[in-house]
């Protein structure tokens, strides 16, 4: 269907959403630095941490109606200046409920970016390439953590934590415009593509609108017990993937004092993510298997996450926070595939929101009571057998839900096998 749109609005895209990143990866690296100078326990660095979820929450619906009524791109270009004037605020601080303050408040500034982005995405790629259009865009996550990580340690060597936190906040700003200027709404306002590739691009989009089941709203969403389901194992998920990707920094501080070396040695587990979840979604789509390739990944760092308990060997630890971070994000790919076929057509919209708005406060969850572990045990072993427990739980209620899959399916294969048998 043509490679300008590919070549226009992912990499953008992938830019802001990278840029967002930050936020989530850059508190990790400075969380002890942040701690020795606010003089905060492991609890209330946790919080500092997770607030952000609590304020994302609140954008999350409004985010994703603004960008469907009015436009993607402006509604995007708004956030993005706002967020940015949140983070470079969190330069600051100098308490530590100014630092949570500031985080609330970039939490709902970012909250509305993701449906924002999906609305954007659905009117422009259609639904058969719509899959590889989010999965190019959500590779975002683990480059920003690998580009990300050495970054802040190799500045954690000529600036404090501060003078940071406002450096990382000024790239949205400027990315803001560069973002209005290339990203239009809608493939009718786009000059820049040929108009043959335009008018087949408008066909195909138009006949699958057309075709489109009208959404039975999140009241319908709210009364359906498998969308809970999703929301439950996305939650468990979140709790996992934020606990860990919050914390992982603190743990490779423990082998290492060096800022620099730090940032590099935080970046190697998310360089194994980027091959993992790639490689994950890649099998995933050739076997058509979503539940395994959700299940398997988070019993497997659940796996690594308690048996890196027992280790001592740096090498090793290394190893296995590497091994679990594969497993943390390998799922992103196939597990949004998992709603679109249990849920039905009238409600996955609504369902696809209330995953993300709930099962995101996941990211307080984790970082938070890690913390809590951490200051009642003294290390970071409970904190862990925590998270390995939330990413067990969250593979077994991807288990239970993968049923219901089986069961349409069979469904559907019954009134297929029954049309051909009236037919004969």
């Known amino acids: 269907m043509g490679k300008s749109k590919w070549l226009r609005i992912i990499p953008v895209a992938f830019v802001m959403y ?27 660095a946790g919080d500092i941490a997770g607030i952000f979820f609590v304020g994302y929450l609140i954008f999350q619906i409004p985010g994703g109606i603004l960008a469907a009524k009015w436009s993607a791109k402006k509604t995007i270009f708004i956030l993005m200046l706002l967020w940015g ?22 939490g709902v500034a970012e909250g509305g ?25 959500m590779a975002c996550l683990p480059v920003s953590a690998m580009l990300m990580s050495p970054l802040s340690g190799i500045l954690l060597k000529y600036f404090e934590w501060e003078t940071i936190l406002f450096i990382q906040g000024l790239p949205p700003i400027i990315w803001a415009f560069v973002w209005y200027a290339i990203v239009k709404d809608q493939p009718s306002e786009a000059n820049w593509m040929k108009k043959e590739e335009r008018k087949n691009l408008l066909a195909e989009l138009a006949t699958e609108q057309n075709k489109k089941v009208q959404s039975e709203g999140y009241m319908a969403a709210f009364k359906n017990k498998t969308v809970w389901g999703l929301v439950i194992m996305y939650f468990l998920w979140m709790t996992g993937f934020y ?23 935080t970046a190697i587990p998310f360089t194994c993510a980027l091959i993992g979840m790639l490689l994950n979604s890649y099998w995933s789509d050739k076997r058509m298997n979503r539940v395994q390739h959700v299940a398997i990944p988070l019993l497997i760092a659940a796996t690594s996450m308690v048996v890196g308990q027992f280790v001592s060997s740096p090498a090793l ?7 679990t971070a594969i497993g943390v994000y390998a799922p992103y790919g196939p597990l949004w595939a998992i709603p679109t076929a249990i849920i039905p057509a009238g409600v996955v919209g609504a369902a696809l929101g209330l995953q993300n708005a709930i099962g995101n406060l996941g990211g307080y969850n984790g970082p938070k009571f890690f913390g809590v572990l951490k200051d009642m045990t003294g290390n970071y072993h409970a904190g862990f057998y925590f998270l390995a427990a939330s990413l067990v739980l969250s593979a077994v209620m991807t288990l239970i839900l993968g049923r219901f899959i089986t069961s349409k399916n069979e469904s559907k294969s019954i009134l297929t096998n029954a049309k051909r048998n009236q037919i004969s």
Not at 115 to 133: D, Q, S
């Open 18 to 44: 990278m840029l967002a990143y930050i936020d989530r990866i850059n508190v990790g690296i400075l969380m002890p630095y942040i701690q020795e100078d606010l003089n905060i326990n492991a609890s209330a």
């Open 85 to 106: 004037i949140c983070a470079t605020a969190a330069g600051f601080v100098e308490t530590e409920g100014q630092l949570k303050a500031a985080r609330f408040a970039l």
């Open 113 to 137: 970016v993701w449906p924002a982005v999906l609305v954007l995405l659905a009117n422009w790629f259609t639904t058969k390439e719509r899959a590889r259009a989010n999965a190019f865009w």
């Open 243 to 265: 606990g860990y990707t919050l914390w992982v920094p603190s743990v490779v501080g423990t082998l290492t004092k060096d800022p620099v070396m730090l940032g590099w040695l």
């Open 317 to 323: 630890q290394m190893i296995l926070l590497s091994i």
